[in-house]
């Protein structure tokens, strides 16, 4: 894996971190949302979660921004059929954990139990949080997008996975279900474990 320094361009008169730079500060990044993210579904359920796309929501995977000229992060989790009866404290405590973490949020009541009950938030680096619970033990869902930060995703693609080109599944490097205690991934060596799709049920 080759580390080079930054460089300047010259439509933003400002550096944009490549390499080395690029790598610790999209770390930096990535750790900061995961905190947040940590939180939120610890307060709900500190068990096993499922990660959104079979692995593709797992949260480290540089998506393209602002016209190619940076790069976010996308997270999602998912929580199913959970007891009906916790439903309620469970969303209130994703609620809470949302709104210490400093995010600007718009919680709907949970007056109506037939009703999808929806937090929209944003803030601390965090571009879209949503976090939603649907009726009749359909569970949990969370969902982050970062915002969006100076630096070429493609490059930070080859940099976090050590392939030639950022042309490939980067699924099978990503857990299918995680628990939010987990340690954050952010570097995929060729010789990373790699996990299966799951098992089709027959």
């Known amino acids: 894996m080759v580390l080079v320094a930054a460089v300047v361009t010259g439509c933003a008169a400002q550096p944009v971190p490549t390499g080395a730079g690029l790598y610790a500060q999209a770390k930096g990044h990535y750790l900061a949302y995961r905190a947040i993210a940590t939180d939120i579904l610890t307060a709900v359920y500190d068990g096993e979660w499922e990660v959104g796309g079979e692995g593709a929501g797992y949260g480290a995977l540089p998506g393209s921004c602002d016209g190619n000229r940076g790069y976010d992060f996308n997270f999602t ?63 949990f869902h969370l969902n982050i997008t970062t915002d969006c930060h100076p630096g070429d995703s493609e490059e930070l693609v080859t940099l976090l996975f050590d392939e030639p080109t950022p042309v490939f599944d980067a699924t099978p490097y990503f857990p299918k279900t995680e628990r939010p205690d987990a340690e954050p991934l952010f570097l995929f060596p060729l010789d990373a474990p790699r996990y299966p799709d799951p098992t089709p049920t027959p």
Do not use: K, M
Request: proline residues 8%.
């Open 77 to 139: 989790r998912y929580l199913r059929s959970p007891d009906p009866a916790l439903r309620a404290e469970r969303y209130e405590a994703a609620a809470a954990a949302i709104t210490a973490a400093g995010l600007d949020a718009s919680i709907s009541p949970t007056d109506d139990p037939d009703a999808i009950w929806v937090i929209i938030a944003r803030g601390n680096g965090i571009s879209r949080l949503v976090f939603d619970s649907t009726p009749h033990g359909g569970g």
